[in-house]
Protein backbone atom coordinates (compact mmCIF):
# COMPACT_ATOMS: atom_id res chain seq x y z
CA UNK A 1 0.00 0.00 0.00
CA UNK A 2 1.30 3.40 -0.98
CA UNK A 3 0.19 6.66 0.76
CA UNK A 4 2.68 9.37 -0.88
CA UNK A 5 1.70 11.12 2.22
CA UNK A 6 -1.54 12.20 1.33
CA UNK A 7 -5.17 11.47 3.18
CA UNK A 8 -8.73 12.14 2.59
CA UNK A 9 -10.97 12.67 5.50
CA UNK A 10 -13.90 10.34 5.15
CA UNK A 11 -15.77 8.33 7.40
CA UNK A 12 -16.21 4.78 7.32
CA UNK A 13 -13.61 3.14 4.88
CA UNK A 14 -13.52 -0.31 6.17
CA UNK A 15 -10.13 0.12 6.25
CA UNK A 16 -8.82 -0.22 10.54
CA UNK A 17 -6.40 2.53 12.07
CA UNK A 18 -3.75 2.55 14.04
CA UNK A 19 -4.03 5.90 16.28
CA UNK A 20 -1.10 7.69 18.31
CA UNK A 21 -2.00 10.84 19.93
CA UNK A 22 0.98 13.09 21.09
CA UNK A 23 0.10 15.09 24.14
CA UNK A 24 2.32 18.23 24.70
CA UNK A 25 2.26 18.19 28.93
CA UNK A 26 4.93 21.16 28.80
CA UNK A 27 4.56 23.26 31.80
CA UNK A 28 2.98 26.14 29.13
CA UNK A 29 0.14 23.65 29.00
CA UNK A 30 -0.59 25.01 32.21
CA UNK A 31 -1.44 28.06 31.65
CA UNK A 32 -5.40 29.15 32.75
CA UNK A 33 -6.12 31.35 29.17
CA UNK A 34 -8.11 28.27 28.60
CA UNK A 35 -10.46 27.65 31.33
CA UNK A 36 -9.08 26.02 33.99
CA UNK A 37 -6.23 25.21 31.52
CA UNK A 38 -4.82 24.10 27.84
CA UNK A 39 -3.80 20.59 29.14
CA UNK A 40 -7.22 19.98 30.31
CA UNK A 41 -8.54 21.21 26.95
CA UNK A 42 -6.31 18.94 25.39
CA UNK A 43 -7.14 16.12 27.84
CA UNK A 44 -10.87 16.27 27.09
CA UNK A 45 -10.11 16.45 23.51
CA UNK A 46 -8.21 13.80 23.66
CA UNK A 47 -10.67 11.55 25.60
CA UNK A 48 -13.35 12.66 23.05
CA UNK A 49 -11.44 11.26 20.45
CA UNK A 50 -11.21 7.75 21.75
CA UNK A 51 -14.96 7.61 22.97
CA UNK A 52 -15.91 8.10 19.70
CA UNK A 53 -13.42 6.10 17.96
CA UNK A 54 -14.37 3.13 20.08
CA UNK A 55 -18.33 3.84 19.66
CA UNK A 56 -17.87 3.98 15.62
CA UNK A 57 -14.62 1.83 15.04
CA UNK A 58 -13.94 -0.51 17.91
CA UNK A 59 -11.74 -2.56 16.28
CA UNK A 60 -9.14 0.51 16.04
CA UNK A 61 -5.83 0.70 17.95
CA UNK A 62 -4.82 3.24 19.61
CA UNK A 63 -2.25 4.63 22.24
CA UNK A 64 -1.17 7.85 23.85
CA UNK A 65 2.30 9.72 24.34
CA UNK A 66 3.02 12.36 26.67
CA UNK A 67 5.73 14.53 25.59
CA UNK A 68 8.12 17.30 27.33
CA UNK A 69 11.78 17.30 27.45
CA UNK A 70 11.54 13.60 27.21
CA UNK A 71 8.65 11.34 25.81
CA UNK A 72 6.97 8.79 27.91
CA UNK A 73 4.28 6.37 26.74
CA UNK A 74 1.24 6.78 28.71
CA UNK A 75 -1.24 4.14 27.59
CA UNK A 76 0.37 1.37 24.85
CA UNK A 77 -1.61 0.86 21.90
CA UNK A 78 -4.64 -1.70 22.58
CA UNK A 79 -7.45 -2.39 20.35
CA UNK A 80 -10.40 0.24 21.68
CA UNK A 81 -13.40 -2.37 22.15
CA UNK A 82 -10.96 -3.41 24.77
CA UNK A 83 -9.12 -0.75 26.55
CA UNK A 84 -10.88 2.20 25.59
CA UNK A 85 -11.86 3.01 29.61
CA UNK A 86 -8.63 2.66 30.50
CA UNK A 87 -6.92 5.16 27.81
CA UNK A 88 -9.57 7.43 29.28
CA UNK A 89 -8.34 6.84 33.05
CA UNK A 90 -4.91 7.14 31.99
CA UNK A 91 -5.72 10.77 30.29
CA UNK A 92 -6.78 11.82 33.59
CA UNK A 93 -4.02 11.28 35.49
CA UNK A 94 -0.99 12.43 33.28
CA UNK A 95 2.79 13.58 34.41
CA UNK A 96 3.98 17.50 34.05
CA UNK A 97 7.23 17.23 32.42
CA UNK A 98 9.26 20.41 30.94
CA UNK A 99 10.55 21.12 27.60
CA UNK A 100 9.12 20.58 24.58
CA UNK A 101 10.51 17.54 22.33
CA UNK A 102 9.32 16.78 19.04
CA UNK A 103 11.76 14.40 17.93
CA UNK A 104 11.47 12.31 21.56
CA UNK A 105 7.36 11.84 20.49
CA UNK A 106 7.25 10.95 16.67
CA UNK A 107 10.34 8.59 17.34
CA UNK A 108 8.42 6.48 20.88
CA UNK A 109 5.67 6.31 18.04
CA UNK A 110 7.39 4.83 15.39
CA UNK A 111 9.01 2.25 17.72
CA UNK A 112 5.02 1.52 18.99
CA UNK A 113 3.88 1.34 15.03
CA UNK A 114 7.50 -1.04 14.57
CA UNK A 115 6.20 -2.97 17.69
CA UNK A 116 2.81 -3.34 18.06
CA UNK A 117 1.81 -6.46 15.76
CA UNK A 118 3.98 -8.93 18.16
CA UNK A 119 2.18 -7.33 20.96
CA UNK A 120 -1.26 -7.31 20.13
CA UNK A 121 -0.51 -10.90 18.79
CA UNK A 122 1.02 -11.57 22.19
CA UNK A 123 -1.75 -10.02 24.10
CA UNK A 124 1.27 -7.87 26.03
CA UNK A 125 -0.15 -4.88 28.90
CA UNK A 126 1.34 -2.18 29.46
CA UNK A 127 3.76 -2.68 32.05
CA UNK A 128 6.69 -4.60 29.57
CA UNK A 129 6.26 -1.76 27.36
CA UNK A 130 6.56 0.89 29.34
CA UNK A 131 9.44 -0.55 30.97
CA UNK A 132 11.51 -0.63 27.63
CA UNK A 133 10.10 2.96 26.35
CA UNK A 134 8.73 4.52 28.86
CA UNK A 135 11.33 7.80 29.09
CA UNK A 136 13.21 8.28 25.89
CA UNK A 137 15.05 11.59 24.80
CA UNK A 138 16.10 10.64 21.15
CA UNK A 139 19.00 13.16 21.02
CA UNK A 140 21.72 13.25 18.17
CA UNK A 141 23.67 9.77 18.14
CA UNK A 142 21.11 7.45 20.40
CA UNK A 143 19.06 5.77 17.41
CA UNK A 144 19.93 3.97 14.36
CA UNK A 145 16.55 3.27 12.31
CA UNK A 146 15.39 0.01 11.26
CA UNK A 147 13.33 -1.07 8.18
CA UNK A 148 10.35 1.10 7.52
CA UNK A 149 8.96 -1.57 6.21
CA UNK A 150 7.94 -3.28 9.22
CA UNK A 151 5.54 -1.08 10.30
CA UNK A 152 4.37 0.10 6.67
CA UNK A 153 3.14 -3.19 5.14
CA UNK A 154 2.21 -4.75 8.81
CA UNK A 155 -1.10 -6.27 10.17
CA UNK A 156 -3.23 -4.06 7.18
CA UNK A 157 -3.97 -1.10 9.23
CA UNK A 158 -4.02 2.70 8.24
CA UNK A 159 -1.27 4.63 10.32
CA UNK A 160 -1.54 7.92 12.07
CA UNK A 161 -0.35 9.97 14.48
CA UNK A 162 -2.01 13.07 15.81
CA UNK A 163 0.75 15.61 17.75
CA UNK A 164 -0.49 18.43 19.39
CA UNK A 165 1.63 21.67 20.93
CA UNK A 166 1.15 24.73 22.09
CA UNK A 167 4.97 26.03 22.06
CA UNK A 168 8.04 25.39 20.35
CA UNK A 169 10.71 22.47 20.02
CA UNK A 170 13.41 22.75 21.95
CA UNK A 171 15.02 19.51 21.27
CA UNK A 172 18.81 19.00 19.85
CA UNK A 173 17.44 16.70 16.99
CA UNK A 174 15.77 17.53 14.08
CA UNK A 175 12.11 16.30 13.95
CA UNK A 176 11.63 16.70 10.48
CA UNK A 177 13.53 13.72 9.76
CA UNK A 178 11.37 11.45 12.17
CA UNK A 179 8.55 12.66 10.36
CA UNK A 180 9.68 12.27 6.61
CA UNK A 181 10.80 8.54 7.98
CA UNK A 182 7.08 8.07 9.03
CA UNK A 183 5.46 9.82 6.13
CA UNK A 184 7.33 7.86 3.75
CA UNK A 185 6.67 4.55 5.38
CA UNK A 186 2.71 5.93 5.26
CA UNK A 187 2.19 7.15 8.43
CA UNK A 188 -0.41 10.25 8.08
CA UNK A 189 0.38 13.25 10.42
CA UNK A 190 -2.04 15.88 11.67
CA UNK A 191 -0.24 18.46 14.12
CA UNK A 192 -2.13 21.06 15.95
CA UNK A 193 -0.81 24.08 17.38
CA UNK A 194 -2.94 25.42 20.59
CA UNK A 195 -2.65 28.36 22.51
CA UNK A 196 -3.03 32.22 22.85
CA UNK A 197 -1.51 33.46 19.28
CA UNK A 198 -0.19 31.23 15.97
CA UNK A 199 3.01 33.18 17.57
CA UNK A 200 3.78 30.42 20.23
CA UNK A 201 4.15 27.79 18.41
CA UNK A 202 6.45 27.14 15.47
CA UNK A 203 4.19 26.83 12.65
CA UNK A 204 7.05 26.36 10.07
CA UNK A 205 8.13 23.86 11.71
CA UNK A 206 4.98 21.50 12.25
CA UNK A 207 3.99 22.40 8.91
CA UNK A 208 6.79 20.30 7.71
CA UNK A 209 5.76 17.62 10.12
CA UNK A 210 2.57 17.56 9.25
CA UNK A 211 1.28 15.49 5.99
CA UNK A 212 -0.66 16.48 3.29
CA UNK A 213 -4.02 16.03 1.78
CA UNK A 214 -4.44 14.79 -1.75
CA UNK A 215 -5.52 18.37 -2.66
CA UNK A 216 -2.07 19.36 -1.36
CA UNK A 217 -3.64 21.15 1.93
CA UNK A 218 -1.28 20.40 4.99
CA UNK A 219 -2.58 18.68 7.83
CA UNK A 220 -2.05 21.48 10.49
CA UNK A 221 -3.81 23.60 12.40
CA UNK A 222 -3.66 26.22 15.16
CA UNK A 223 -6.56 26.23 17.29
CA UNK A 224 -7.21 29.25 19.93
CA UNK A 225 -9.82 27.84 22.32
CA UNK A 226 -11.30 24.66 23.90
CA UNK A 227 -14.64 24.51 22.29
CA UNK A 228 -13.04 24.17 18.48
CA UNK A 229 -10.63 22.05 19.64
CA UNK A 230 -12.83 19.30 21.04
CA UNK A 231 -14.84 19.62 17.54
CA UNK A 232 -11.27 19.15 15.38
CA UNK A 233 -10.90 16.24 17.66
CA UNK A 234 -14.40 14.74 16.57
CA UNK A 235 -13.45 15.25 13.13
CA UNK A 236 -10.34 13.72 13.39
CA UNK A 237 -12.06 10.62 14.77
CA UNK A 238 -13.23 9.70 11.49
CA UNK A 239 -11.35 7.35 9.79
CA UNK A 240 -8.98 8.35 6.48
CA UNK A 241 -8.39 7.14 3.36
CA UNK A 242 -5.32 6.34 1.63
CA UNK A 243 -4.56 6.54 -2.18
Given at each position: MKYLNFANPVSGNGQLEFLMTLIDLSPSMEYDDWKPSRK????????????????????????????????????????LADGARSICDCLKHIPDPNGTNFTAALKMAEDCFRNTSKLLKNNIGRRPLIRALSKLFYEPGQYTPGSTREYCTGNGMTKRIILLTD?????LSNPVKVADRLKNAGVIIDCIGIGGTPKNVDEKLLKKIASRDRNGSIRYCFI??????????????????PV
Open positions: VGAIRANIELIKLKARHHPRDVAGVIGFGSYAELLHDPVKGKHNGGNKQSLLRKYETLAKHIR
